[in-house]
């Protein structure tokens, strides 16, 4: 008998965890295809106005990254259609530039932490009420 597929509402998490060292160094994101092509305007102006860009950028990496490992909603997409927001208090959020009939209501948490060279991240999709 086949496995079934997870419910449109289950719980999924997604994680990942990276070094800043690990990304492309470039005296100007806004020319580097790295960054061009995985990032939105708006996320390489909020990172090169931060104290520590390349750090800033890893963060977002890897929240983009976890935010790929966390269903089915996400399959196919490329990072740059995954935003990375800030709200008024300065928590990340996640916006996806193409939503899809496949995301419905969906909302996604996130949580951005560094330590070192080292950024991770977690996405979790938050159950919808019944």
């Not at 719980?11 to 492309?24: C, K, Q, R, T, Y």
């Amino acid at each position: 008998m086949p496995a079934a597929a997870p419910a449109r509402d289950a719980l999924a998490v997604g994680l990942d965890i990276e070094s800043a060292d690990n990304l492309p160094s470039a005296a100007n994101p806004w020319s580097e295809p790295f960054y061009v092509d995985n990032f939105t305007r708006a996320e390489i102006a909020w990172c090169l106005r931060q104290p520590d860009p390349p750090m800033s950028f890893c963060g977002l990496w890897s929240a983009k990254e976890a935010a790929l490992k966390c269903g089915q909603e996400f399959a196919g997409l490329r990072p740059i259609e995954i935003e990375i927001l800030r709200d008024h208090r300065g928590r990340a959020m996640l916006r996806l530039l193409l939503p899809s009939p496949a995301t419905g209501t969906a909302r996604w948490l996130l949580s951005i932490s560094h330590a070192g060279r080292m950024a991770m991240a977690v996405c979790v999709k938050e159950r919808q009420p019944n």
